[in-house]
């Protein structure tokens, strides 16, 4: 069963760190362009940014809002991708989702369930 | 925020037709190929149409989506209680920073 399982989202502090990180499964995760979408309690959907495979160079692309501020990597032998968010900010408070493409070209087909991140005082 | 300008809400009852419409740019619809999302409450969403017109396995042929120049739209025939959901279009940006860009979502009630 194709699937893609996040974690390590929860509570901090304007200013603080956090890692979320997605279990992938079902699918060869080593060829997966892989990205992350948030959306913030009763908003639309926000691409927050993704990772190229390491056979189309691994290479990073940001949205603006998080430039500089989140990293975006991968463990191709765990089949984990991963989010580092720093200097976090109110309005980065969100449910965060990692998805890919699978059978759709340029489109993302393969969701997570998602991971609530809560930034507050 | 969002560049795809979409209607915030759209309704019908069971068995109508409903059609949302997403309108954007040069740089992204115009340009690249349309993606329409479903999602229903407290769920992740789901991929309801790719390339402008395509339907992944699985997803009823009552969905349908097309693509004109800057916009695009999607329609629901015989609309069911079931299809209450939030609906997003989504593309690809080719303009500096943007990447990949939805639409500001259309919740779509059964009445």
């Known amino acids: 069963e194709v699937q893609l399982v996040e974690s390590g989202g929860g509570l901090v502090k304007p200013g603080g760190s956090l890692r979320l990180s997605c279990a992938a499964s079902g699918f060869t995760f080593s060829n997966a362009w892989m990205s992350w979408v948030r959306q913030a309690p009763g908003k639309g959907l926000e691409w927050v940014g993704r990772?190229?495979?390491?056979?189309?160079?691994?290479?990073?692309d940001y949205a603006a809002p998080v430039k500089g501020r989140f990293t975006i990597s991968r463990d191709d032998s765990k089949n984990t991708l991963y989010l580092q968010m720093n200097s976090l900010k109110t309005e980065d408070t969100a449910v965060y989702y990692c998805?890919?493409?699978?059978?759709?070209?340029?489109?993302?087909?393969?969701w997570g369930q998602g991971t609530m991140v809560t930034v507050s005082s | 925020q969002s560049v795809l300008t979409q209607p915030p809400s759209a309704s019908g009852t069971p068995g109508q037709r409903v059609t949302i419409s997403c309108s954007g740019s040069?740089?992204?619809?115009?340009?690249?190929?349309v993606n329409w999302y479903q999602q229903l409450p407290g769920t992740a969403p789901k991929l309801l149409i790719y390339?402008?017109?395509q339907r992944p396995s699985g997803v009823p042929d009552r969905f349908s989506g097309s693509k004109s120049g800057t916009s695009a739209s999607l329609a629901i025939s015989g609309l069911q209680s079931e299809d209450e959901a939030d609906y997003y279009c989504a593309a690809w940006d080719d303009s500096l920073n943007a990447f990949y860009v939805f639409g500001t979502g259309t919740k779509v009630t059964v009445l």
């Open positions: 998805t890919t493409e699978s059978g759709s070209p340029d489109a993302f087909d393969i």
């Open positions: 990772i190229k495979s390491k056979t189309d160079g691994g290479t990073t």
């Open positions: 040069s740089s992204n619809i115009g340009s690249n190929t």
């Open positions: 390339s402008n017109n």
